[in-house]
C-alpha cells in the first residue's frame, strides 16, 4: 500500500534459489527425488500500483541449474505478469500467469539409470533443445524494511493435465531500489 511508494522502491532485484518439479523427478540411482534443491535464481520487478491495495508485478528471471550431469547444460529463463493485493502494511499476496522457457544442451550421451526393477537408458541431447511452458503463479512477499522483503513463489505447470501437473518454487531476497 502507501509502504512501498512511500520508500520511493518501485523497482526490485531479488537473488534466491529455485526448484524445478518439487518431488516429481528421480534425483539419484536409489530412487530419491528433488523436493529442495535451490538452484541460484536472478530476477527482476517492478511494482506499480494499480488502485488502493492492488498492483500489477510484472517480473522477468534466470535460473542457472547446478545439479544437472555433467554431460549437458540447463539454464531457464522466465517472464511472469503477476498481479498483488497487500492484504496488510507489509504482506503482498500474488498470483498471475508466465511463461517458462528451459535451454538443454550437451554433446550427446546414453546414461543407464535405476528404475526399480533394472536399468534404463536415457539419452542426453546432442545440440540445443528448448521448451516453453505457461505457469499459474501463487506466492507470498513480506516486506521487513524499505530496502528488503522475502517472498516464496509456487509455479504450476501443466495445470489442466492431473497425470502432468507439477509445482515448482523459488525463495527470494530482494532489494527495493
Do not use: C
Amino acid at each position: 500500500m502507501s509502504l512501498i511508494f512511500s520508500l520511493h522502491a518501485n523497482a526490485l532485484v531479488g537473488v534466491g534459489g529455485y526448484v524445478p518439479f518439487a518431488g516429481k523427478y528421480q534425483t539419484d540411482e536409489s530412487g530419491g527425488t528433488n523436493t529442495f534443491s535451490l538452484n541460484p535464481t536472478f530476477t527482476g520487478h517492478i511494482l506499480l500500483q494499480i488502485t488502493g491495495a492492488h498492483y500489477l508485478y510484472p517480473e522477468v528471471g534466470y535460473v542457472f541449474h547446478l545439479l544437472d550431469s555433467e554431460n549437458h547444460s540447463k539454464n531457464t529463463f522466465f517472464a511472469n505478469l503477476n498481479l498483488g493485493y497487500f492484504a496488510t502494511s507489509t504482506l503482498l499476496l500474488k498470483y498471475g500467469v508466465g511463461v517458462f522457457q528451459t535451454i538443454i544442451s550437451g554433446q550427446g550421451a546414453v546414461v543407464s539409470l535405476n528404475n526399480g526393477s533394472g536399468t534404463s537408458n536415457f539419452y542426453q541431447p546432442e545440440e540445443e533443445i528448448k521448451s516453453y511452458n505457461t505457469t499459474l503463479n501463487f506466492g507470498l512477499e513480506n516486506f521487513f524494511s524499505k530496502n528488503v522483503s522475502i517472498g516464496a513463489n509456487a509455479y504450476l505447470f501443466q495445470f489442466m493435465s492431473s497425470q502432468d501437473r507439477a509445482l515448482s518454487y523459488n525463495l527470494m531476497l530482494n532489494y527495493h531500489m
